[in-house]
């Protein structure tokens, strides 16, 4: 059985969904509430589609999740290159992912909520509502492009593999912008890559 690219939800719109990112980045750094507002809406859905299949537990999914979009609220102006927002967002992912890995042993750390995060007597804007999210139907979503067998064979993936998977074949970053995230080469990226595909394929070979 050969295992055929995996396939981004909507490819065609990497480049137009990047553009719209830079542009909300960059009205949201300038103190445009609504486009904060926007940007976070948009950094939810992302953040918790990644989170859930890199970290592997829908409730840490949850807690980082909330955690990428309050560093999203609170460091947005500090963000050198709009365009890249995705690769900066996906790192956070990624970093919060390992702290909840290591921290599965032991009492799990407390992480601020956005309202509690943004308020503050200094004169810090006020919090910034985001519309509350469903996880069936976000579930639901995740589905409609992971089928199930494929989500098995990902679980079996080690942590880093998978996570290569995810942002090359199914984000649909670039090489450049997966060895960004990670923290590795571009030919890192690559033989991972592959030997990720071959451990699918074994691993559907299974299911």
Avoid at 77 to 105: D, G
């Amino acid at each position: 059985m050969s295992v055929t690219k995996l396939e981004n939800p909507n490819p065609s719109a990497s480049e137009t969904d990047r553009a719209g990112y830079a542009r909300l980045v960059t009205a949201a750094a300038g103190g445009d509430r609504d486009a904060m507002e926007r940007l976070l809406m948009r950094a939810q859905e992302v953040a918790y589609r990644f989170s859930l299949l890199v970290c592997g537990h829908p409730q840490d999914a949850e807690d980082v999740m909330q955690d990428a979009l309050l560093k999203t609220y609170r460091y947005v102006s500090r963000i050198k290159e709009p365009e890249a927002f995705r690769t900066w967002l996906y790192t956070t992912v990624q970093n919060a992912c390992r702290m909840k890995r290591r921290r599965h042993v032991g009492e799990p750390a407390h992480l601020t909520s956005i309202e509690q995060g943004a308020t503050g007597g200094d004169g810090e804007p006020g919090p910034v509502e985001v519309e509350g999210h469903s996880r069936p139907a976000d579930q639901l979503l995740i589905d409609s492009w992971v089928s199930g067998r494929l989500r098995q064979a990902l679980k079996a993936l080690p942590p880093s593999y998978r996570m290569i998977v995810v942002l090359r074949e199914m984000e649909g970053l670039s090489t450049r912008e997966v060895a960004n995230v990670a923290g590795i080469s571009e030919a890192n990226v690559k033989t991972r890559l592959h030997r990720a595909r071959v451990m699918l394929r074994h691993a559907m070979e299974g299911v």
